[in-house]
């Protein structure tokens, strides 16, 4: 009789991998500290409490603005304390 190995080759050899060849660390890519966010306000907290990305289905987005204050955005940003309805649509595209 021919061995279990012989007829089923790939049965032999299976392994089950359960972490990532990567060895787990921190890298910049993934971290969202005040190097990364370039002077961006923080508006809000991740998963933890903390104003860092976690890369999760839950929070897609680390808690900083998308754009750093500076002359086009900054009477903008003073209008949004105010009424919405008081912006153009335009105004209203760059908030987003």
Known sequence: MLSRNLVLPRLA?????????VSGG????????????AGRELVGFG????????DRLD???PAIRFRKEDDVIAPIRKKE?????????????MCE
Request: charged share 25%.
């Open 26 to 37: 921190h890298h910049i890519e993934h971290w969202w500290g005040p190097e990364k966010a």
């Open 47 to 54: 998963v933890n409490g903390d104003n860092t990305y976690v």
């Open 59 to 61: 929070y897609w987005y």
């Open 13 to 21: 050899v299976r392994t089950l991998k359960t972490s990532a060849s």
């Open 81 to 93: 304390m105010g009424d919405w309805k008081n912006l153009s649509l335009e105004e209203k595209k």
